[in-house]
């Protein structure tokens, strides 16, 4: 019988401790004091529950020996990393649920163990109104985005720098958004730099959007992915990718940002606004006129891209964009923390005279 209980503990902790991490994220993520207050109950319940049973909270503890636990060491690698607060939330509820059904099972030799199997259904639907919850509050940050400094990182323009650093370097100089642009790499080695740009990212708090690359944003979780005239279709990218990641297009002229809302792309990218060697198959510079209807006519966040550096970013500013996308201006700066934030402040005071 002893083992039943040492069954028993390890699934009453199993479940208390998944409930209170999704408990923390409906409190402080999602602001509900409703969908966290009903966690909480379901948490004390269990508590109560374990201190009916037979014997008490004394024959549990009787029966525990975590030192001889077998199961600690049988962990998946996965288990030690969450990419985000969805993936974060449903693997706590399926600990929660399997320990429900665990505990409903070995029940049945000290009572009926009914209470548990009602337990687990509530948990089912308490996961999914979480689940959307989280999807509709990641949508929402789409709106958010800080397009002020949008910097693009391409190995061949780093000078050999390790593509992180220079990401980090950027960041820390005032960038708001990294994208990873690859067009030579391999996709093993693509998806492992997507890899080290998503944790460097999330830790600093920048959304990393992936350049043309849908099954690289999906496979490293990253906020969003640009495309061009010629990738996927945005109505086919948000099929695959789903309502809660940014999905920007490059246009080259008022129609083509016409269509891009149509199609219900996040952001554009205009440009090349001048001449840029960044691109081998950029198209023709499109200049500032471009720019100022566009800013006339198109309500979505936007940005200007190609050639914009020191020297002018602040008459593409004055256009009315809502930031610069940049590449060689940053990246291959000799100091590209000293370029960044000062292609940052400059945005900043010209938008103060505006």
């Known amino acids: 019988m002893f083992s039943i209980y040492r069954i028993a503990d390890a699934n009453f902790n199993r479940a208390r401790e998944g409930l209170r991490v999704v408990e923390e994220l409906a409190r402080f993520a999602l602001n509900d004091a409703f969908l966290a207050g009903k966690l909480k109950s379901i948490r004390h319940q269990l508590r109560l529950i374990q201190q009916e049973w037979p014997g008490g909270v004394e024959k549990f503890m009787s029966g525990r020996d975590s030192q001889t636990d077998v199961g600690f060491y049988s962990r998946a690698e996965k288990e030690f990393e969450r990419l985000n607060f969805l993936e974060l939330s449903l693997a706590n509820f399926k600990r929660a649920q399997e320990a429900m059904r665990v505990l ?30 989280l999807v509709e509050l990641k949508a929402n940050e789409l709106y958010n985005v800080d397009y002020t400094l949008y910097v693009i990182v391409q190995e061949k323009f780093t000078g050999g720098r390790d593509l992180v650093e220079v990401a980090e370097s950027a960041i820390a100089g005032g960038a708001t958004v990294i994208q990873l642009r690859d067009k030579e790499s391999s996709d093993s080695k693509l998806l492992e730099k997507g ?9 600093k708090d920048i959304p990393l959007i992936i350049n043309d690359r849908v099954d690289i944003a999906l496979a490293v979780d990253a906020d969003g992915v640009h495309l061009g005239q010629d990738d996927l279709p945005v109505s086919t990218a948000r099929k695959l990718l789903g309502p809660g990641k940014i999905i920007g297009l490059s246009v080259f002229s008022l129609e083509q940002a016409r269509q891009a809302r149509r199609q219900g792309a996040d952001y554009i990218g205009v440009g090349p606004v001048f001449d840029t060697r960044t691109k081998e198959d950029a198209a023709r510079p499109v200049g500032l006129e471009l720019l100022r209807r566009v800013s006339r006519e198109i309500d979505l966040p936007w940005v200007a891209i190609g050639g914009i550096n020191m020297s002018n970013v602040s008459e593409v500013i004055e256009t009315g964009a809502k930031g610069v996308a ?4 940053v990246v291959s700066a000799p100091d590209v923390r000293a370029a960044a934030s000062y292609l940052r402040e400059e945005i900043i005071k010209t938008r103060s005279f505006q």
Do not use: H, N, P, Q
């Open 104 to 133: 409903e099972e070995y029940a049945k030799f000290i009572s009926t163990g009914s209470e548990f199997k009602k337990i687990r259904f509530e948990l089912y639907d308490l996961e999914k109104e979480m689940t959307l919850k």
């Open 195 to 203: 890899l080290e740009l998503r944790r460097l990212t999330r830790f």
């Open 326 to 329: 940049v590449v060689s201006a």
